[in-house]
């Protein structure tokens, strides 16, 4: 599964900014049939999960973590086979690297990542 994740760079403090990943070789179908996530990693920190969107069947239910809650919203595109990570009133904590993921039949693949720099 190929991910493409775009949008990151660097925003002040407050500011706002709108990651995408985008599975550009999946039909719609099968784009539909996974779950994606949003995780990030800060510089020296362990990979935490920013929050979840399911598959199509299961609703496109989403969840965010408490770490970013009220200040994220995830949804999904179908049609166009992206998820997006809006972000708001970001904070410095925020700066890391921000990946997606797809997972499916308990089989996880990986984007590349997108770096967020939120200078204070």
């Known amino acids: 599964v190929q991910l493409q994740a775009s949008g990151g760079g660097l925003v002040q403090a407050g500011g706002s900014l709108r990651l995408s990943c985008k599975a550009p070789?999946?039909?719609?179908?099968?784009?539909?049939?996974?779950?994606f996530s949003w995780y990030r990693q800060a510089p020296g920190k362990e990979r935490e999960l920013v929050g979840s969107?399911?598959?199509?069947?299961?609703?496109?239910?989403?969840k965010y973590a408490d770490s970013m809650q009220g200040r994220i919203t995830i949804s999904s595109d179908n049609s166009r086979k992206t998820v997006q990570l809006q972000m708001t009133s970001l904070r410095p904590g925020d700066t890391g690297v921000y990946f997606c993921?797809?997972?499916?039949?308990?089989?996880?693949?990986w984007g590349q990542g997108t770096l967020v720099t939120v200078s204070s």
């Open positions: 993921s797809a997972d499916r039949d308990g089989q996880r693949s």
């Open positions: 070789r999946m039909i719609t179908s099968v784009f539909n049939g996974y779950d």
């Open positions: 969107i399911s598959s199509v069947a299961s609703g496109r239910r989403i």
